[in-house]
């Protein structure tokens, strides 16, 4: 499995962005998971989202603000950024768990696929 990020760039402070990742391959059978890592810190997680779409989680801090979802028929999985702030700059990552299809795992450990990141940067 192979999964491409895009979407990220130069946004200011209240602006939105949407993050794109496509996973290759016939089937999208994975949850599908973001996170980000921000200039000096750990990579964090941010969402994640069962294989059907039904469920999702979020970090406490882009929660009501950030929207994870998927298009099955697309392979691709998409996050919505609203309310973006300095914080909030980092390099973006999608994951894909393939053993834990219905599980919303938080650990990076979880998920066995990663996309390269897509860097998104918000001034202020």
């Known amino acids: 499995v192979q999964l491409q990020a895009s979407g990220g760039g130069l946004v200011q402070a209240g602006g939105s962005l949407r993050l794109s990742c496509r996973a290759s391959g016939r089937t999208f059978s994975y949850s599908m998971g973001w996170f980000r890592q921000a200039p000096g810190k750990e990579r964090e997680f941010v969402t994640t989202i069962t294989r059907s779409g039904g469920r999702t989680k979020y970090a406490d801090s882009v929660e009501g603000r950030f929207t994870i979802s998927r298009e099955n028929a697309k392979n691709t999985a998409y996050l919505r950024m609203n309310s973006l702030s300095p914080e909030d700059t980092a390099v973006y990552y999608c994951?894909?768990?393939?053993?834990?299809?219905?599980?919303?795992?938080?650990?990076?450990?979880?998920?066995?696929?990663w996309g390269q990141g897509t860097l998104v940067t918000v001034s202020s």
């Open positions: 994951a894909a768990d393939q053993i834990h299809p219905a599980l919303l795992a938080t650990s990076q450990e979880s998920y066995g696929y």
